[in-house]
């Protein structure tokens, strides 16, 4: 029987509803990468959301997996809702995800094996990393979207201490860019 790990992700960005949904997963076989993605799946809308990427992550890897030609799959992710929605300890009620819900259990059903298990974010990094490098490829592609999302998006000043502290970063929101700003002065002492 030929298994993988899949680990899923995605995320809304810089704004949840309404931002850039992207998604990210990692194939593991045999605890080694054997393969990731990541894309955007919508933008602008108000049904585009953080759990749209995640179940739009959840798809897309299980479609990998069974075009891959795999018999059991093990997937993770470090959303409790897209989870327990596919476990059926939750009922799904937004009209945006029943569709993406509806189609994951479609897919699952498509392996002799199948089991799904929620991660800690930290266990989740590399799904992470391809949803997140989506995101930031498709902001850098159009200009138009950084204007639309600029109340959001990271100050140039920000972004300029940032870089002076060494600090390499892209498409930060100003939320996410002060955290780092703050933890780079306290690794500093404070300087």
Wanted: net charge positive; glycine share 10%.
């Amino acid at each position: 029987m030929r298994c993988i790990q899949l680990f899923f992700d995605g995320a809304c960005e810089p704004v949840n509803p309404g931002g850039i949904g992207a998604y990210g997963f990692a194939a593991f076989d045999e605890g080694r990468e054997a393969y990731g993605e990541g894309g955007v799946v919508c933008f602008g809308e108000r049904w585009c959301t953080n759990n749209y990427a995640e179940y739009a992550g959840l798809v897309k890897a299980l479609e990998w997996a069974l075009a891959g030609g795999f018999d059991c799959v093990s997937a993770f992710g470090d959303s409790q809702l897209v989870v327990r929605q596919m476990l059926g300890l939750y009922a799904v009620r937004a009209p945006n995800l029943k569709p993406l819900h509806e189609r994951a259990l479609e897919l699952s059903r498509g392996f002799r094996r199948f089991s799904i298990s929620w991660v800690p974010r930290e266990e989740n990094s590399r799904a992470d990393y391809y949803s997140k490098r989506a995101y930031c490829d498709f902001l850098k592609s159009r200009p138009d979207l950084r204007e639309r999302y600029a109340r959001w998006l990271a100050t140039e000043r920000q972004l300029e201490l940032l870089r002076r502290l060494g600090v390499e970063v892209e498409c930060l929101t100003k939320a996410e860019a002060s955290r780092l700003i703050k933890k780079a002065l306290a690794n500093r002492g404070g300087t």
